[in-house]
């Protein structure tokens, strides 16, 4: 195996263990917040969170950060986990910031008793206002002194059926003149009535992210607490706020003492999609897209349904790395790893996309023969199946040319080809319907020269796929291209709407496969000879196969 250097965050694990912290004890979560479906870059995350506990003999919790009930339900909870399953990796516990809602209100509550936080009744767009830059201080509430007693009973009162949304909220007094925006008394709490999936109408009054996450490491005692790039200015406050926790608990604070420690990395930004969730759930619900796991979307079960291996997602956030600084990743290079991987895992059928007839004249009417098709060259021990041949075959349409240039090594009148897995044929003409186009070809076949035979070892150039036309089914094909037209859609201008390629699937209802890929299900890694990887879609029946183009056999993008 080869030696990768350190990541960074494995070098600041490492010099944690090293320097005895914790003792040596790692533990990390994954902490995503249940209103969407995961997306490639929750990938990179997840294999940072789960990898750095696989390494470090720690582990992993999966929480729920489920504090805004307004966004989130079970749906997103549970496929959350069956996403992070296929992924491969394993939490030890499933945790949920709900949890600690008790918790948490008990810490703000002995905040406004030490004077440390109030209840400020003025609008959203006016403590805005007052919030100043980074470079002017800003302007102290007019709520900012009220009494304690005051600002207890009405953050009792903010936790009724009766606090009206937005009316009131929770801040933390901490220092309207710092440079870090974040400290300007930021929202502790807020009112909302949408019943939560898990608490129901137990409470009205929300934590913030800023006031449940850290905290939340806290409870669990999380050693590393791995986000991403923009919650570096908010490091301070969460470091600030498990201070307080601390003072409440009346713990010091040594080196020894426990505390969770946030460490920042580069999001994953990829070309020609979107990975914000509020984007994700507008192509969604605006029928833009046909649901969370179309195939053209950048989310886990999207990719799972397109015909993505687990282990090529792996590999290629493997190979983009962590660093301190955003980039926008080619999408290029994740169908690399794509392809790479399913050149190991697929099985080879056969299926032609745009049929012509094609007749073997000097085959028997009504014969048939058993030809045997390896099922992947790259690994014997995945053996063979049979294809059936005869005298009536489809062939691509594009494989054949009447009037061919030299260079042109499929199928022309005088010329032989291979079928694959089956004769050398030499082709003898074609038939045309009135408007010109071709309806037929025909050719001759060579009796010895099945693979084996005498007659197998010339040298022929080309060799084409078929499937036997009464030996084959009828099946759609799903082929998709790049969901917008642009590199980086959130860097422009436009809404985002505007910039989707309105021909990112193209459907092809008049394809032909093979029996035996006919059979294959969701989950089977296939390759078509010659044109590309393929999965059986979740709508396929046995009456009518779909199959989607998971991508291409080589990158044709670059044009
Ligand atoms: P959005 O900003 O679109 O709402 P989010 O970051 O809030 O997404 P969460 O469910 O909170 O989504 O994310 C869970 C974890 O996944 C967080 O630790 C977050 O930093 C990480 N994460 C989210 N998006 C990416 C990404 N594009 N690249 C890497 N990590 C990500
Ligand atoms: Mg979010
Ligand atoms: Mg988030």
Not at 140 to 160: Q, V
Not at 183 to 209: E, K, L, Q
Not at 394 to 405: G, L, S
Request: charged share 25%.
């Amino acid at each position: 195996e080869e030696k990768k250097s350190l990541s960074f965050v494995e070098q600041l694990v490492e010099k944690d263990i090293s320097e005895g912290k914790n003792a040596g004890k790692i533990q990390t979560r994954f902490p995503p917040e249940p209103n969407g479906y995961l997306h490639i870059g929750h990938a990179k995350a997840i294999c940072m969170d789960f990898g750095i506990a696989e390494k470090y003999n720690g582990t992993c919790n999966l929480r729920f950060d489920d504090t805004n009930p307004s966004k989130e339900n079970n749906e997103y909870v549970e496929n959350i986990q069956s996403d992070i399953e296929w992924l491969g990796f394993h939490w030890a516990n499933i945790y949920y910031a709900s949890d600690y809602f008790q918790k948490l209100w008990d810490f703000a509550v002995w905040m406004i008793k030490k004077g440390m936080a109030y209840v400020d009744e003025q609008t959203s767009e006016q403590i805005a206002a007052q919030k100043g830059t980074p470079t002017e201080a800003g302007k102290p509430s007019p709520f900012r002194d009220r009494p304690i007693e005051e600002s207890l009973e009405l953050f009792y009162k903010m936790n009724t059926a009766e606090a009206v949304e937005g009316s009131m909220v929770l801040r933390a007094k901490l220092d309207m003149a710092n440079p870090n925006m974040h400290f300007r008394d930021p929202i502790m709490y807020r009112i909302i009535h949408t019943p939560h999936h898990r608490t129901g109408t137990t409470w009205h009054a929300y934590p913030m992210y800023d006031f449940a996450h850290g905290q939340s490491d806290y409870f669990e005692g999380v050693t590393h607490s791995i986000c991403t790039l923009e919650f570096v200015p908010h490091r301070p406050l969460y470091d600030k706020f498990i201070d307080f926790l601390k003072e409440m608990n009346g713990e010091g604070d040594n080196l020894n003492d426990f505390r969770p420690r946030q460490i920042e990395f580069n999001r994953l930004n990829m070309t020609y999609t979107v990975m914000s969730k509020r984007k994700l759930h507008a192509l969604v619900t605006e029928g833009k897209v046909n649901g969370w796991d179309d195939p053209r979307m950048p989310t886990i079960c999207g990719m799972r349904r397109r015909g993505y291996s687990p282990q090529s997602i792996r590999k290629f956030i493997d190979s983009i790395g962590y660093t301190k600084f955003d980039a926008l990743n080619d999408v290029a290079l994740l169908e690399a790893a794509v392809r790479e991987d399913l050149n190991m895992r697929s099985t080879r059928v056969s299926a032609v996309l745009n049929p012509v007839k094609l007749v073997i004249t000097n085959y028997p009417e009504g014969q048939t023969e058993e030809m045997v098709s390896v099922n992947n060259p790259e690994n014997e021990a995945d053996g063979t199946h049979t294809i059936t041949f005869s005298k009536n075959l489809w062939i691509e349409r594009d494989d054949f040319m009447e009037d061919a240039p030299k260079k042109f090594f499929r199928m022309t009148p005088g010329k032989e080809v291979r079928l694959k897995n089956a004769y050398i044929v030499k082709c003898t003409g074609c038939t045309k319907d009135a408007d010109g186009n071709i309806t037929e070809i025909q050719a001759e076949y060579d009796p010895i020269s099945k693979s084996g035979m005498e007659g197998a070892n010339r040298k022929v150039k080309g060799t084409l796929h078929w499937v036997s036309a009464d030996h084959c089914k009828k099946a759609e094909v799903r082929v998709y291209d790049r969901l917008f037209n642009v590199e980086n859609p959130s860097a422009e201008a436009a809404d985002f709407r505007e910039l989707l390629n309105p021909d990112s699937l193209q459907v092809i209802s008049n394809c032909y496969i093979e029996e035996y890929a006919a059979q294959k299900q969701p989950g089977d890694y296939l390759q078509f000879q010659r044109i590309g990887y393929f999965m059986a879609d979740k709508d396929s029946t046995n009456e009518h196969p779909v199959f989607n183009k998971t991508v291409g056999l080589k990158d044709t993008w670059a044009k």
